[in-house]
């Protein structure tokens, strides 16, 4: 069965650091383009960025985090990871890891809150 495994939240001060990883299997990992998508208390769920399936591993930021967030991946372990330096308050929300599938389209657009799966969601504070 598909599963994407979360893990590396946790409550920091602001202006600091986490790393979030995402550990998938179940599916063709390297044809998959990556997301983490967010949802803090009484907001919307929010894409905060995505790697795409090619081999240039191509990336994609929300405005809100572009500068301070980096993602990653490394195919050999079917896991992407999320870098979140200069932590801000509103950062808080839970972080989820996605996939789409880009098997037939590598450039089928992977910067969207909707995805083909999803799974389980790692908690970040963020104290101001």
């Known amino acids: 069965d598909v599963q994407l495994q979360a893990s590396g939240g946790g409550l920091v001060q602001a202006g600091g650091s986490l790393r979030l990883s995402c550990v998938a299997s179940g599916f063709r990992f390297s044809s998959f383009a990556m997301s983490w998508v967010r949802q803090a208390p009484g907001k919307e769920r929010e894409w905060v960025s995505c790697i795409n399936s090619g081999n240039d591993g191509s990336s994609d930021y929300a405005d809100s985090v572009k500068g301070r967030f980096a993602i990653s991946k490394d195919n050999s372990k079917s896991t992407v990871y999320l870098q979140m330096d200069n932590l801000e308050s509103e950062d808080t929300a839970v972080y989820y890891c996605?996939?789409?599938?880009?098997?037939?389209?590598?450039?089928?657009?992977?910067?969207?809150?909707?995805?083909?799966?999803w799974g389980n969601g790692t908690q970040v504070t963020v104290s101001s």
């Open positions: 996605a996939a789409r599938d880009q098997t037939w389209n590598p450039r089928r657009l992977c910067s969207t809150t909707e995805q083909d799966y």
